[in-house]
């Protein structure tokens, strides 16, 4: 069935007899199962046109029309997927697959000159969604749907004009588009209209037009009406009132302004200040895979950080997780110098991209610690033991056998972690600097050697050649150290001498040994001649660490330090090179 003509013939009938209203006719036709037409309202609550913003209505016309392969509600249901609209937890891959199937039924559609096909196909063209970016092709399909006086085509063509996708950029022909949609009720029309007077400084008309666009429940309206009454930029301030925009709009899933109360709420000069709020709402625009609620989540912890190990942790995940999409803090450097993480954190955290990550393999270390602290839980107590058992993956990741070195809590529960890995998390280059820094600071040297023979290879195999050589070099450190806790100290710096200067960043080099490779600094003078790493100026005080059982990767168990394994042959010719 063409469903253009169909829609078009609806239409004609209503505007023929002025019985019903077009809004009518598509809530009739929905509510009756017609496929198309749940996925037209599905998409009139997405963009505010007919009825107001509704994601959850938006979702649950969706569905239905998805579910029976309507390409407007597959369509409409991908873009659901890929925000995370409403309730809908984001889910790329599924928004993918229902772009994918989409596609064949919105071409035939368009070709049929549906405006609404027409707008759709065209914004895949423009977004990539289903299909390969075609700036040609979305405008071609844009300009023809503007022309039907299809308003939300009018909004999209904006857009194109006004940030030049594929055409020179022409504000005054997107400045006359958004006028016309905003006129014909179009929310995001009016949110675009209002920015353009906002950069005019025209706070007058750009309020009004929020405002407008507000009334019609748009988050992004609200969120930038919540700024200007808090700032005072245009009105005068009104906290209240800017809390209550913000609200309102986070309790619609919008990230910024989750994130913008988060904000508020960990404001300590705010009378508003309720931190475990602002923790809960940066956390559920993270669930939205906001890239910034990352960063301003890892400032918060990072205050904490000095006097508080778990939140230094958490500051540098959330640190390499904001880095991951490309919003660097000035901060995560200075986190280093008091943790030594950095490499750590990289290697355990540089491949995850989704800010959403954050909220998986969490531990709950902090009851065992609290636990610890009190006294409930022993040293020789199973509870840890058992808890790892359950959830070893998120121990390792979140890194919390530095909350055990930190808090001077047993060194076996590190080894515990480690032990209860899957086979498949113990060749990485991450699971042996976590093992051979354990194993030293458990002053357990003699199984350091294991970790630095790997570590080696690794480093051998390695194409990337920055990674090769940061491996190469805290491998040599931990080596260094392990040997003059031995009292291997001659053997220790004729295979330094051997090895050459390090090549590795020297600031994250320095770090990790001042906090897990002190015995290194026995003689200060000699190891910096011969590693080119300047460590002078630093407290140069070397303790060792006292033996305590620690995991023997040799035998597969925890052992203590009464039968000492032989340390590895391990050739300068073919590491140290």
């Not at 955290?349 to 902090?366: A, G, T, Y």
Request: charged letters at 20%; aromatic letters at 10%.
């Amino acid at each position: 069935m063409k469903k253009a003509p169909l829609f078009i013939a609806l239409l004609a009938a209503c505007a023929f007899c002025g019985c019903r209203t077009n809004k009518e006719i598509v809530i009739e036709q929905a509510v009756n199962g017609n496929p198309y037409f749940q996925g037209v309202l599905a998409e009139n609550y997405l963009n505010g046109m007919m009825y107001k913003v509704n994601y959850e209505l938006a979702l649950k016309w969706a569905r239905e029309s998805a579910d029976k392969n309507d390409p407007v509600g597959m369509y409409a249901l991908g873009i659901i997927n890929e925000y995370g609209l409403g309730s809908q937890p984001v889910n790329r891959d599924e928004a993918a697959r229902l772009y994918a199937a989409a596609r064949p039924g919105m071409e035939k559609m368009a070709a049929d000159n549906t405006p609404q096909a027409m707008t759709d196909l065209a914004t895949m063209y423009l977004y990539g969604r289903g299909c390969d970016k075609d700036y040609r092709k979305a405008f071609t399909l844009l300009n023809n749907a503007a022309n039907c006086d299809y308003v939300p085509a009018m909004a999209d063509l904006a857009g194109m004009y006004m940030n030049g996708y594929g055409i020179p950029p022409n504000p005054e022909a997107a400045r006359k588009l958004l006028l016309r949609a905003a006129m014909a009720g179009l929310p995001e029309a009016m949110v675009g209209l209002a920015g353009i007077y906002m950069s005019q400084q025209k706070y007058v008309p750009a309020l009004n037009w929020y405002k407008e666009a507000a009334s019609k429940n748009s988050p992004a309206a609200m969120t930038t009406l919540a700024l200007m009454y808090r700032d005072g930029v245009g009105t005068e301030k009104n906290t209240m009132l800017a809390e209550g925009y913000l609200n309102q709009a986070a309790q619609m899933s919008y990230p910024p302004a989750m994130t913008e109360l988060g904000m508020l709420y960990l404001d300590d000069k705010n009378a508003s200040c309720q931190p475990a709020e602002g923790v809960k709402w940066y956390e559920q625009a993270i669930a939205k895979d906001y890239p910034q609620a990352i960063e301003l989540l890892g400032n918060y912890y990072f205050k904490q950080a000095k006097d508080q190990p778990q939140a230094a942790v958490n500051a540098m995940i959330l640190y390499q997780l904001a880095a991951n999409n490309n919003l660097n803090s000035p901060n995560a450097a200075e986190l280093d110098v008091t943790t030594g993480l950095y490499y750590f954190i990289r290697l355990s955290w540089d491949k995850k991209q989704s800010p959403s990550d954050w909220l998986k393999n969490v531990s709950n270390m902090h009851r065992i610690i609290s636990g610890f602290q009190s006294g409930i839980i022993t040293p020789d107590s199973d509870t840890f033991r058992k808890a790892v058992a359950e959830q070893p993956s998120d121990y390792y990741l979140r890194n919390d056998w530095y909350l055990i070195h930190a808090l001077k809590m047993p060194m076996t529960w590190s080894a515990e972690i480690l032990m209860a890995l899957p086979e498949t998390e113990k060749n990485t280059a991450y699971f042996w600097l976590c093992y051979g820094t354990c194993a030293n600071l458990a002053g357990r040297p003699e199984l350091t050697m294991a970790a630095v023979r790997r570590l080696l290879e690794l480093s051998c195999n390695e194409k990337n050649r920055i990674l090769a050589a940061e491996l190469k070099d805290l491998a040599v450190i931990m080596r260094t150290s392990a040997l003059i806790q031995r009292g291997m100290d001659e053997k220790a710096y004729q295979l330094l001498a051997l090895s050459g200067k390090f090549s590795a960043d020297p600031a994250h080099l320095r770090n990790y040994l001042l906090h897990f490779a002190r015995p290194v600094l026995k003689d200060p003078a000699k190891f910096t001649t011969l590693s080119g790493l300047q460590i002078t100026g630093t407290d140069h005080s070397a303790k060792v660490p006292k033996p305590q059982p620690f995991l023997d990767t040799e035998v597969g168990r925890i052992t203590g330090n009464e039968a000492l394994i032989p340390e590895p042959t391990i050739m300068p010719s073919e590491f140290d090179k």
